[in-house]
């Protein structure tokens, strides 16, 4: 019933770029902020990017802020990413996340897509 989608995902060389997607359905996507997650081997998993439900704030890590984009296109239910000059410490999975606005504890996720930065 509920699926979050992961693709894009692959192998790239440093400062190269990638644009990851994720499609969803089966929950009302405008009530749900939608954020990208990831999480290297060892790691623990970390908050990437995040996006309101009407695209009115974002948030990024420190560690991609100004490398990274986060957008969405509610007609389409999806979410987006794009990742520039990326580098080897982004090497991860990246996981769809969805979280209620209101009902913070009502999340769904993705099955992760592999991101891999290596010459």
């Known amino acids: 019933q509920v699926q979050l989608v992961e693709s894009g995902g692959g192998l790239v060389q440093p400062g190269g770029s990638l644009r990851l997607s994720c499609t969803t359905s089966?929950?009302?996507?405008?009530?749900?902020?939608m954020n990208w997650y990831r999480q290297a081997p060892g790691k623990e998993r970390e908050l990437v990017a995040s996006?309101?439900?009407?695209?009115?704030?974002?948030n990024y890590a420190d560690s991609v802020r100004g490398r990274f984009t986060i957008s969405r296109d509610n007609g389409k239910r999806t979410v987006y990413l794009q990742m520039n000059s990326l580098k080897p410490e982004d090497t991860a999975v990246y996981y769809c996340?969805?979280?209620?606005?209101?009902?913070?504890?009502?999340?769904?996720w993705g099955q992760g897509t592999q991101v891999t930065v290596s010459s």
């Open positions: 996340n969805a979280k209620h606005k209101v009902i913070r504890h009502r999340n769904y």
């Open positions: 089966g929950f009302p996507f405008n009530s749900y902020i």
């Open positions: 996006i309101t439900s009407a695209s009115s704030s974002t």
